[in-house]
């Protein structure tokens, strides 16, 4: 009977860590199956992450392609502006009412039409402060008078912006 005690006692025991190891590899699974879903989750939120700032991305990017795509076409517009401003110059010293009425009127609408679009021109005036960020120096002349030294004395070209961004710089005389 004692080794019937024994026998059984060491069953016992056998099946207490048989069932220890079984709830060893079950906690483990567990913790190991709770661990994938960190990772996939963590997968997961970083992936979304991604697409969003991808969509916010090329968001940018097409509203920036529309900008340079108008500001391409603004650019290769402007020697037109300039040539409209010389013709009338030269319609005026002629004294043509009717030719300078009619060059008046495409011109408004041509720059009507480019208004409407974001482009304004830069006004430089005779005396305004020079900045280089703002004016394209082409030249330096003595100053006519003390007050006008480091300032603009003359505009040579008009400068246009689009929306904020500068396309054209004036360009400009100032007084030395």
Not at 93 to 114: C, P, V, W
């Amino acid at each position: 009977m004692s080794e019937n005690k024994d026998n059984i006692e060491e069953k016992d025991i056998q099946d207490t860590e048989e069932t220890t190891q079984e709830e060893t590899q079950e906690v483990s699974v567990e913790e190991q199956l709770e661990l994938e879903v960190k990772q996939e989750k963590d997968k997961f939120l970083r992936l979304f992450a991604e697409f969003e700032n991808y969509k916010k991305r090329t968001s940018r990017e097409r509203i920036e392609l529309f900008k340079t795509a108008n500001e391409d076409l603004m650019s290769v517009l402007l020697p037109i502006l300039d040539d409209f401003d010389r013709g009338l110059n030269e319609l005026k010293k002629l004294e043509d009412d009717t030719a300078l009425k009619g060059m008046e009127l495409i011109k408004n609408k041509l720059g009507n039409i480019l208004a409407q679009k974001g482009l304004s021109p830069i006004n430089v005036e005779q005396g305004d402060v020079f900045d280089a960020e703002q004016h394209e120096a082409i030249t330096q002349i003595p100053a006519p008078s003390p007050d006008l030294k480091g300032k603009i004395i003359d505009g040579v070209e008009k400068g246009y912006k689009l929306g904020d961004k500068i396309i054209r710089y004036p360009k400009v005389v100032i007084g030395q």
